[in-house]
C-alpha cells in the first residue's frame, strides 16, 4: 500500500467492455478486494470497446431496437395482410392480368418499404433523442434492420394465411415474439442458456439481428468482420425462406 502511494502507482484494469453491468460488478470486486486488505486507491482501467460512461441502456439500446422493428413490422404485416384477404381485395386483384406471385411480391416490396422507413425512424429517435451509445457506421445498422424487416414482413404474411379473424392473427404474437426476446440474448447471453434451449435461439433470427447491431453499435465492427458476414448471411438465408414460405402457403391457401 505504502509503495504503491508513495510511487503514484494506479493498477492498470484491462476491460472489454461490451457489457456494462459485468465491467461493473468486476471493478466492485477489485476494489472490494484492495478495500478488505486496507488499501484504498483509484484504478486505471482502460476499455477496448465502449467507456467508463456506457450504460445499461447503451448495452440493450441495439437489441430492442431490432426487438421493436421485429415486433411492429410481423404485428403491422400480419394484421393488414389478413385484411386484404377478408375484404376481397386479394381475390379482386387476382383476377387481373397479373400473375399470383407478381401481386403477393408487390405487397411484400410495399410493406418491405414501409418497414424500413419505420426502422430508420427508430433508429434516429434511439441514436439522436434517446442518446444510445453508437460507434458504428449507421449504414450498417439500416443494413441489419432491412433484413430484419424482410424476415418479419414474410414471417407476418405466413402466419397471417393461418387467421381468419384480427384476434387469432394477435394470438400468434406471443407465439413468436416472446421467445425470441426470451432466446436471442436480448435479456440473458445465448451462451448461459441450457443446451436445448441454446440450440432454438440459432434458429431465431433476432439471436443474429442482435448479436449484429452490438457488434456495430458498441464494438464499431465493419461488415467486412467474420462474425458479421456470418450474422448478415444467416440473417439472409432466413429471409429467403420466409419468403418462399409465405409464397407457398398464400398460393396454396387461394388455390383451395
Known sequence: HNFLLHHKISPEVYLEGSQPQEVDILLANINKSFILKGININL???YLYGNSSLNT???FGPAFIGIIIFFLVFVITSI???RERSQGTLERLFSTPLSKADIIIGYMLAFVILSFIQSAIILIFSI????IYNVGNVIYILIIEFLLAISAVNTGIFFSVFSKTEFQAVQFVP???IPQILLSGVIFPVST???ILKDISYILPITYAVQALRDIMIKGESILSQQLLLDISILLIFSILMIIG???TLKKTLDV
Not at 128 to 131: K, P, T
Open 193 to 195: 442458456e441450457p443446451l
Open 175 to 177: 407465439i413468436v415474439i
Open 57 to 59: 441502456l447503451d448495452y
Open 44 to 46: 486505471n482501467t482502460h
Open 80 to 82: 393488414s395482410f389478413l
Open 128 to 131: 439522436y433523442v434517446l442518446g
Open 246 to 248: 409465405s409464397l407457398l
